[in-house]
């Protein structure tokens, strides 16, 4: 995994889902709907840590992408697997 990829990938799509641009209140948010610790939450938004295998697979299925798109492992970004998608229509 490419932690700057991530969260580049990850941010953008906070951002598209109307998150809190503010640092504190975006923290907060992603620690709550994610369920990880504010520590955890600051350090994916920075790309400092990244999540481990199940962690991303939670974050991608609420973020309704694919795993490995979000982990920088593809350049195909796709919607979470069981998902139609706008292009498998």
Not at 4 to 10: E, L, Y
Not at 15 to 43: I, W
Request: net charge positive.
């Amino acid at each position: 995994m490419n932690s700057k990829v991530f969260s580049q990938r990850f941010n953008r799509e906070l951002a598209t889902l109307g998150f809190p641009e503010d640092l504190a209140e975006k923290t907060k948010a992603v620690s709550k709907v994610f369920g990880v610790t504010r520590h955890l939450a600051n350090s994916m938004i920075f790309g400092h840590v990244l999540p481990d295998k199940e962690q991303l697979d939670k974050i991608a299925e609420i973020l309704e992408v694919c795993p490995q798109w979000l982990s920088g492992a593809t350049d195909r970004k796709k919607a979470y697997s069981g998902r139609e998608t706008a292009d498998s229509v």
